[in-house]
């Protein structure tokens, strides 16, 4: 038995270092709907990006805030910035 598991070993050792790397990570915060107003209120800057669809976009949005629905994320990485206060919702 012993035998048989070091082909599933070497097997599992080649799909690990065949994995991509990992996406850089960029640092993630959390934050309530009264500490995003208060950092609006003082000016923080601050781009909100809405990531609901167009539709409840247009029916009520947040001031200033701007549409990249969820499903268009990926096309549109480009439109968000890389660095600053960034809040998606």
Not at 14 to 19: I, K, P, R, T
């Given at each position: 038995?012993g035998?048989?598991?070091?082909?599933?070993?070497?097997?599992?050792?080649?799909?690990?270092?065949?994995?991509?790397?990992?996406?850089?990570?960029?640092?993630?915060?959390?934050?309530?709907v009264?500490?995003?107003?208060?950092?609006?209120?003082?000016?923080?800057?601050?781009?909100?990006?809405?990531?609901?669809?167009?539709?409840?976009?247009?029916?009520?949005?947040?001031?200033?805030?701007?549409?990249?629905?969820?499903?268009?994320?990926?096309?549109?990485?480009?439109?968000?910035?890389?660095?600053?206060?960034?809040?998606?919702?």
């Open positions: 038995m035998r048989a598991l070091i082909p599933l070993l070497e097997a599992a050792l080649l799909l690990v270092a065949a994995a991509p790397a990992a996406l850089p990570e960029y640092p993630v915060a959390f934050v309530t009264d500490e995003l107003k208060g950092a609006l209120d003082r000016g923080v800057p601050a781009d909100v990006i809405d990531v609901r669809t167009r539709g409840e976009f247009d029916e009520l949005h947040i001031k200033g805030a701007r549409s990249i629905p969820l499903r268009s994320i990926a096309d549109r990485i480009g439109e968000i910035p890389r660095t600053g206060l960034v809040v998606f919702y």
